[in-house]
Structure formats: C-alpha cells, structure tokens
C-alpha cells in the first residue's frame, strides 16, 4: 500500500537475564526509526511485442498488452481505455477492474482493428490506459495516463468491380412482311 513513510519507536522498558549484571540495568532505552515506504501507486504497462503494435482492419490481427497496478490499493480501481481514433482500432472493453486481492495478477487487454472502408495506408493511433481512472483510493486517482503506441494496416484496394449483366432477348413472331 502506498501510505507514506511511518516513524516508528520501540522502548526498551526492562531487562530480564540470567546474568544478574544485566539484571542490574535501570537504563530505559528508546530506538526511533522511519519504515521508508517504497510501494507507488501506479499502472505497469507491458505490450506484448515492440511498438507500434499491429491490428488489421479486417480484424484478423489483434494486439494485446498486460496491464497491472504497482502498489496494492485500498479500494477497488477501475481502470478505463480509450482509443485515439476510434475509426482505426477500439479496446474490446471499455475498463479493467483491480481489487486488493487481484492487483499483482496482470490483466489482457486486446485491441481489434477497424475497417474505414477508406484507403488511407497504415494509420498510427494511439490506446490511453487510464484515460481516467475512479477509486476511493486518491493515490490511483491521481496516477498518469499511459499510452500504447498502435499501427492499423490499412487493406483496403483500389479498384472497380464490374458485374457481368446478363441480356435475355427473344425472338417473337411480330408477324409476316409484305
């Protein structure tokens, strides 16, 4: 839990042994410290491959990322995902959903390409995770946005299709000629 550095003290209030010596001691002793508190709320972001990642826009290439928290929390946090350009790629889910039980354990998310039926080449986007973040624990309300750099290759051709149009005509007796 990211709480903070705590002081602490501990008093030394008697001395008991079987060497009477230090039985003796009347000396109260006091030890202060400070538990430095190295935990930070924050959000470990891990793709799984080098950026930019890749999607399709026919949806046969997901990419996919972990996501998990850095510091356990004391309240649930809810983790919402955004797209840069939601003409090119969304999340699958709109939000992930960490708990003090399940915040060490990482969480796939998975991002599908969309087609625009426009051909436009491969577009860069951009997946915001964090884009906002609610919890009763302000340490994780207040963590920084991260961004997974995404690439959706653009399939879409150019051309022209031409449908065969099929003719029918006959041939009807339109009577005789003079």
């Known amino acids: 839990v990211d709480d903070g550095n705590v002081p602490f003290e501990v008093s030394i209030l008697r001395v008991e042994s079987t060497d009477a010596a230090y039985n003796a001691l009347t000396t109260l002793e006091v030890v202060r410290g400070v538990v430095v508190d190295d935990d930070e709320a924050g959000l470990e972001v891990a793709p799984d491959g080098a950026e930019p990642l890749v999607t399709t826009e026919d949806g046969g ?99 022209v299709e031409i449908a065969p149009l099929v003719l029918q005509t006959s041939e009807a007796d339109a009577g005789e000629a003079e």
Request: charged share 20%; proline share 4%.
């Open 61 to 159: 290439t997901s990419a996919s990322f972990d996501v998990r928290l850095t510091a356990k929390p004391v309240a649930e946090v809810t983790v919402h995902l955004a797209s840069s350009d939601n003409t090119e790629g969304v999340p699958r889910v709109e939000h992930i959903v960490f708990t003090p039980a399940n915040y060490m354990n990482p969480q796939k998310v998975f991002v599908d390409g969309l087609d625009d039926n426009i051909r436009d080449g491969d577009v860069a986007y951009s997946l915001f995770v964090g884009s906002s973040i609610t919890s009763d624990d302000a340490k994780y309300t207040a963590v920084s946005v991260a961004r997974i750099a995404l690439q959706n290759q653009d399939l879409d051709t150019l051309g």
